[in-house]
């Protein structure tokens, strides 16, 4: 099992930046990738993910803009989010991507991402 529980969501004008934290525990060793989705009404998206060999991919909505990054020991997940957007509003999730499953498979509660015009 892992725990993941986000931080740092909140309110932010467009072209700010906010910066979301996502601390991890658990059975660390068993993590493949760590990621960030969003959800506006509607699907789950990814945003961003970082896997165990420092591997990262982005949607393109976010490419230039939003940058993912790790502590060495898989404890704590960052996602940058720089020039936003008020289309970047949503709530954020931290998942984990556990070998052996076939995508995401853990999740933190979420927190809210709110960009105005």
């Known amino acids: 099992q892992v725990q993941l529980v986000e931080s740092g969501g909140g309110l932010a004008q467009a072209g700010g930046s906010l910066r979301l934290s996502c601390a991890v525990s658990?059975?660390?060793?068993?993590?493949?990738?760590l990621g960030w989705f969003r959800q506006a009404p509607g699907a789950r998206e990814l945003v961003a993910g970082i896997?165990?060999?420092?591997?990262?991919n982005y949607a393109d909505s976010v490419k230039g803009r939003f940058t993912i990054s790790r502590d060495n020991a898989w404890n704590t997940v960052f996602l940058q989010m720089d020039s936003l957007k008020p289309e970047d509003t949503g709530v954020y999730y931290c998942g984990a991507y556990t070998y052996g499953s076939a995508w995401y498979n853990s999740w933190g509660q979420g927190t809210q991402v709110t960009v105005s015009s």
């Open positions: 896997n165990r060999d420092g591997g990262t």
């Open positions: 658990g059975r660390l060793f068993n993590i493949y990738a």
